[in-house]
């Protein structure tokens, strides 16, 4: 992922004020860029630039943190040279694990590198949609098969399978990991969380556990929950109470 890249991905609003937070999307797996643009319409509408940002599938899925790593540290590093122009404050929004996989490489990177103290200080909020899911064989199956056709679901699925079987061989219970990482991820930032009781990728009742904790924590915790909503089509399905939650996060993170 090259900085031009990154550029070419950038949404500049033109209302923007000094004071508004730059904002980095962080699609979900099998994510298209013509998708995540509506979300950087949206900020852009309401004075927000933003960064969309989408791993590719197979550095998701990698039996290895390295790839997952280094694609974070190539949006952190696009970050720094970002604010050397404009310096601003920063939200990070994930949607569904395909997002999360890049900001807990992106909590690490920050916590263990000085180098990204910066960004570590300039971070104002978090936004998770659908996110973070707790990782099963059946989700993720679905997941990496999402809005894919036969044959290509099954093939993808089978290849998932023997991925899984031989990432629990390697190097353990990555799924498992990652989910006690998000669980004691506390970065001290207001967040706001949006997710459905009926999404079939992300278990409600789990994230609900996640919730309370961070809670428990003494984190600022903003959330949108609905009965009725598929995982990661929110702003599609409840336009209205989406883009007011989000509005009325950012204008609170929003620094004078």
Known sequence: MAVQQLAKAETISPVESE???FVVLMGWVNC???YLAKYSELLSKHGYSSLRTIQPTFTGFSVAEAPRRLWASNIL?????RQKVQRRSIVFWQFSNGGCWVFEQIVALVQAQARYEPIKNAMAGLIFDSAPCVMTIRSGRAAISEGTNFPIKQLLQAAFLVMTLLTFALVGNTPKRFWIRMLDEKLAVPRLY???TDDKLCDAKELETLLDKKQ?????VRVKRWDKSAHCAHLRKHPDEYVAEVQAFLTKVSKP
């Open 77 to 81: 590093n696009y970050l720094l040279e």
């Open 32 to 34: 298209e860029h013509k």
């Open 194 to 196: 949006f997710y459905s």
């Open 216 to 220: 428990q924590q003494g984190l600022d």
């Open 19 to 21: 004071h508004a937070p």
